[in-house]
């Protein structure tokens, strides 16, 4: 293994403790939730099968998963235009709303570490982080 397969090892495991922080500090959704809610609010209405494949689930979990976000008011079940067999499942205001103040949360927590775990060089460093990641990202496109 060289420098950047250990540098690649190392960024995933910092990354991935860092964001379980996060979540584990400030959201208040359970995960599957919070995964099933953001695939709405990014990409829109869309069958359970297709929410199970994107989620990597099998259909009855995330139908188990919808059926409680839809008991809280969280999302929506309309039918299918082109199959009525077939519900759509769409994010309602609620559901927009409870997703919007977990992630605030999520930023404020990790803006408050920046803030008492860091100094101003190291604050200086991360400013370039977002925009290489996001170059990084693009690959998967």
Known sequence: MDRTDELAV??????GRVVR????????????????LGFLEREGPMPIA??????????QGQSRTVGELADLGYVERTASDTDR???????????SEVLRRDMTARADWLATAIREELDDEERAAL???PGIFERLARRAD
Do not use: F, W
Not at 10 to 15: G, N, P, S, T, V
Not at 21 to 36: C, F, G, I, Q, W
């Open 127 to 129: 400013e370039r982080l």
């Open 50 to 59: 297709e929410l199970a494949r994107r989620r990597a689930v099998k259909h």
């Open 10 to 15: 190392e960024l995933r495991h910092a990354i």
């Open 85 to 95: 067999r077939v519900s759509v499942i769409r994010i309602s205001e609620t559901g």
């Open 21 to 36: 922080a996060a979540k584990r500090e400030a959201d208040s959704l359970p995960t599957a939730h919070a995964t099933t």
